[in-house]
């Protein structure tokens, strides 16, 4: 399920149909799959939402090409689809798919779209199409991709030995960077702020930092007195690498101890106090740790090539017309 499901949501299987009711086309075949057609009308359907992004998110010159050329790759993939529902309906086996299932697709597609499922049905009625007609298209999406998986995945084996030859080929990939995690007590220095006012707000930090040091806890003093990030969290800024903090900070954040509180430490945007609560190592990540990192990019790119072989062979045997001008 988990691989059906993962080609579902992460290759764009799923077409949601959106054309609106109303509109009216004047049908014909525009393709000849074998026994089956494939008609304008559900051509102008599916691809809609596709055209619509173009029109609302290119803005070349030549638009027009690239509409054409959406037109095309369209069909091609329409096509593909009723050749892999035609080769599973050959595989005469009665393939049950649990309402659950269809439903656990579902609710992924809720979480993607940072919804929830009320808001989830309004927006497909929005776009024309109900909760009902995407679990049939999953449905069927979760029926094709089971054939696929018989036919392809199947097939896909990936050895430790070239686990082994892939990680030795890019061990650069696997450097692990020199991070450390800190929590931080930071007061900002307003903008056009002149000496008095910068020497005042950096008196108060050094009355903060002496207050840590004198016993109170730097998580509290955080929550309560910090202007940066992490403040609700007692400072926590999480783990940081290299380049990736003001230089001032970071020249002191990889040198400090662990649990020793910083000095005060003045930037363009104020004045820190750091403390650093734990390090990672740089070097390289051990093949262990890697492993099945390595083998889904192996196997990803073996399904690839094992899935183009595949339906290659498919249109090959099967008859192929297609009408579009």
């Not at 050959?90 to 499922?117: A, C, F, H, P, Q």
């Not at 990936?158 to 020199?178: L, T």
């Not at 002149?194 to 929550?223: H, N, P, S």
Request: charged share 35%; proline share 2%.
């Amino acid at each position: 399920m988990e691989w059906c499901k993962k080609f579902i949501l992460i290759m764009g299987g799923l077409m949601l149909l959106c054309m609106p009711a109303s509109a009216e086309v004047v049908d014909k075949i525009i393709a000849v799959v074998n026994d089956e057609i494939i008609t304008l009308a559900e051509f102008n359907l599916a691809i809609q939402p596709y055209l619509k992004n173009i029109d609302d998110n290119y803005k070349g010159k030549d638009k027009e090409a690239i509409i054409h050329q959406a037109k095309e790759a369209f069909l091609k993939r329409l096509v593909d689809n009723l050749l892999i529902e035609q080769e599973a309906k050959k595989i005469g086996k009665s393939i049950v798919i649990k309402d659950e299932e269809v439903m656990e697709v579902v609710r992924d597609l809720v979480v993607k779209r940072k919804s929830n499922m009320e808001d989830f049905k309004n927006s497909l009625a929005r776009e024309g199409t109900s909760l009902e007609s995407l679990k049939k298209d999953i449905r069927n999406q979760i029926i094709r991709m089971r054939l696929l998986r018989w036919e392809i995945k199947s097939k896909v084996m990936v050895s430790d030995d070239e686990i082994g030859a892939y990680y030795d080929k890019n061990r650069q990939d696997y450097e692990g960077k020199e991070a450390v995690r800190l929590k931080q007590i930071f007061l900002a220095i307003p903008a056009g702020a002149d000496k008095k006012t910068k020497a005042k707000i950096k008196e108060y930090a050094e009355q903060l930092r002496k207050r840590v040091l004198l016993g109170e806890q730097f998580e509290m003093m955080a929550a309560k007195y910090s202007q940066g990030p992490g403040a609700a969290e007692g400072g926590d800024i999480g783990f940081i690498e290299k380049g990736t903090v003001i230089a001032v900070v970071e020249s002191v954040a990889f040198k400090l101890p662990m649990e020793q509180v910083s000095d005060v430490i003045e930037s363009e945007l104020g004045f820190h106090i750091i403390k650093a609560v734990d390090k990672k190592g740089g070097g390289l990540k051990p093949i262990s740790v890697v492993r099945e990192e390595i083998r889904v990019k192996i196997e990803d790119e073996k399904l690839e090539k094992k899935y183009e072989e595949w339906i290659t062979s498919v249109r090959k045997k099967s008859f192929i017309e297609t009408r579009m001008h």
